[in-house]
């Protein structure tokens, strides 16, 4: 049920619950990169969660005016706000949760990879920070290209000697979101009740929906097929075109990365049936890194989902094979990256 329920009705759904004499958890969750586009939604939706006790807010600008608001709402979830790199550490300390959205997004004609200049560097100074002060966090990164910035975030943690792939995550979870968006539209099904897996990275040709794994199992024609898959990768696009140069994604962006939080709470508090789609260390194919559906646990990675691989379709298949060329390139990109770096 936990794959296939939304966020809203069960943030709702807890909050009814909480004063009925039930243990309520108390995670901390950090966000870096809190006062921007997707950082201010976010801190909203993670405010009204009942499993966190404390919200902390870094950003290099305008963070204390986010803080100040969003501490008004009358849900128990403590804010607090961190400026700069002098307040990172006690932002960061005693974190059970990293969110990582800082960075600058794409404009019309900007590839994710001409974001690489500017938000590799930002991605390795905040993972550095957070090796040093809360390594055992799940860190969960949303900075773009994140075909690179989740293998520099790799890179980073192994030379500070304290990498634990099952607990780094990049979030696609958006990914997720608009794939079963978009084929309950085009089928007619209830939402509530459409799951597809997305796997291989977050970037164009990358994101790969497996549409013949979609539950409710649904027959697709094959245009159908390839309407749904090109516009499930260009989606990003989608958005930052009707944006017009104001930026990407960051209200469907905040609901992902929350549902992603969310999950890796319910993950932390021993919660059995956690299921997501991520991009993370992964041997399910030749290549280091790897979106696919795994399970949460404590732990972090419990087990990837292989199944979803086997039964591929001649379409998903030439796909897969296809996208691996550029994931492979983009993933050492990030690994070059650190080592030129240090
Ligand atoms: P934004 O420009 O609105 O916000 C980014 C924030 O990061 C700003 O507040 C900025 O001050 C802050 N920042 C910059 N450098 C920082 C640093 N060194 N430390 C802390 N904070 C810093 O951008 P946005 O729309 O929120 O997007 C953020 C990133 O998320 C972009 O790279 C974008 O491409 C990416 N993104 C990823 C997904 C996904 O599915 N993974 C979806 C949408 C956007
Ligand atoms: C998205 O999928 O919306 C983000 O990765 C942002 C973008 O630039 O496409």
Do not use: W
């Not at 950090?30 to 201010?40: C, D, K, M, V």
């Not at 600008?61 to 006690?90: I, R, W, Y």
């Not at 079963?180 to 099904?189: E, I, P, S």
């Not at 245009?223 to 930026?247: D, H, M, S, Y």
Request: charged residues 20%.
């Amino acid at each position: 049920a936990s794959l296939r329920a939304s966020l809203v009705p069960k943030l709702e759904e807890k909050q009814v619950f909480s004063n009925q004499n039930q243990p309520q958890a108390s995670y901390k969750v950090a966000i870096l990169g809190a006062a921007g586009g997707i950082g201010q939604p976010l801190g909203l939706l993670i405010k009204m969660s009942p499993l966190v006790s404390a919200l902390h807010l870094y950003d290099i600008t305008n963070v204390k005016v986010v803080a100040a608001d969003l501490s008004h709402c009358n849900t128990p979830t403590q804010v607090l706000d961190f400026t700069g790199p002098s307040e990172l550490a006690n932002c960061l300390k005693g974190a059970d949760v990293v969110v990582i959205p800082a960075g600058i997004p794409r404009k019309p004609g900007v590839t994710f990879d001409d974001l690489f200049d500017i938000n590799a560097g930002i991605v390795k100074t905040l993972v550095e920070a957070v090796a040093d002060n809360c390594p055992d966090a799940f860190i969960l990164i949303i900075s773009n290209p994140l075909n690179s910035t989740v293998p520099i975030a790799a890179e980073v943690l192994k030379q500070q000697g304290v990498y634990n792939p099952k607990k780094l995550f990049g979030v696609t979870t958006l990914d997720v979101v608009r794939a079963n968006t978009f084929v309950a539209q085009k089928k007619q099904l209830k939402l509530i009740d459409v799951d597809v897996p997305v796997i291989g990275g977050h970037a164009g040709i990358t994101i790969l929906p497996l549409l013949s794994k979609t539950r409710p199992v649904v027959p697709f024609r094959d245009e159908e097929v390839e309407e749904l898959t090109v516009r499930i990768q260009n989606a990003g696009t989608e958005v930052v075109e009707a944006k017009a140069g104001a930026g990407s994604a960051t209200l469907s962006m905040a609901y992902a990365a929350a549902r992603f939080v969310e999950s890796s709470l319910r993950a932390l508090d021993g919660d059995g049936d956690v299921y997501e789609c991520t991009f993370v260390q992964s041997e399910l194919t030749e290549l280091p890194f790897f979106a696919s559906r795994v399970k949460l646990g404590r732990k972090g990675v419990e087990a990837f989902i292989s199944s979803d691989l086997e039964g591929l379709t001649n379409f998903e298949l030439k796909a897969l094979e296809t996208l691996k060329p550029e994931l492979k390139a983009s993933i050492e990109k990030g690994v070059a990256f650190v080592h030129k770096t240090t």
